[in-house]
């Protein structure tokens, strides 16, 4: 056990990194979510037990005299031992524990993710594969299973990036891979101007549900516009814009605030739409082009420049 400078206490990292924290005695009085899953439970299951039940149990013992420490072991899961590297901080009122796997730990774990994301992919693509022959096989029920089909492929690429090792997913890999699907629809031109590459991430709860708005918000705009369709995405203060504009071919006549005039699409996007402020839709005529501007606001979205 080495001791590590206090500078870099993990209890600064708490809410965001594998870690737990004890109490004095010994008992484990809080443990993150990530830290518990990665050991085979859930934090209820080990709040209020014991260290001993994923510490060696002269954990404690071994710190006496040591603030602020550093130590390689083993945590017990509940079927197999994980290795790890624990940067440790002991406080006035309980002990600090900020969990790293060791770099095999970690290896091991990314390419499982990495090969779960890409089965994931590989079934979704199945499963829109299976719907496109029954359109097929029965022409009548082709424009009922064509807005499946689209949403199912749209997951699949978003499933897609993450089998190709990407932990975070970003707005341009989004607007990248729905403008990919949205060209293959049609053959109205497309242009694309994502001039952010990686700056602005999406919460990674929220990555699908954006796919899906976006997705709905492009085949709006093909199937209702003349073309050319250009998708851009834009920053502005502490918010991310996304604007497909097309030409307007009639005047345009709907209101999202009331609900009138909105296609099936529309109001998938209106039901998908956040409901705590941090995205909002506008779509509206500017010199004869029909403009959609999505917004994007934290926690939806996060600014890394």
Known sequence: MTKACCQYCPCLYFTKACALALSPSGTILKITQSLAESLGYH?????????????PADFLQALAGTPCAELE?????????????????????????????????RLQRDLLLREVHHRIKNNLQGI????????????????????????IHSIALLYGLRSQGEE???????????????????????TTDIPYVKTIQVHDEEAVTIALILNELLVNAIKHGQGPIALAVRCAEAEARVLIRNPCAKPLKLDLAQGRGLGTGLQLVQALLPKDGSADLTICEEDGYVVATLRLRPP?????A
Do not use: W
């Open 128 to 151: 829109a594969g299976l719907l496109y022959n029954q359109a097929l096989a029965h022409p009548e029920l082709a424009p009922v299973l064509e807005t499946p089909i689209r949403q």
């Open 168 to 190: 975070n997913i970003f707005l341009c890999q989004l607007c990248q891979i729905i403008a990919q699907a949205g060209q293959g629809l049609s053959h109205i031109a497309l």
């Open 73 to 105: 072991t083993d945590l017990k899961g509940k079927a197999q031992r994980l290795r790890a590297h624990l940067f440790i901080c002991q406080r006035e009122n309980c002990v600090l524990v900020l969990v790293q796997p060791s770099a095999q730990q």
């Open 300 to 304: 939806v979205v996060r600014m890394l």
């Open 43 to 55: 934090p209820k299951e080990l709040e209020g037990k014991l260290l001993s039940e994923i510490l």
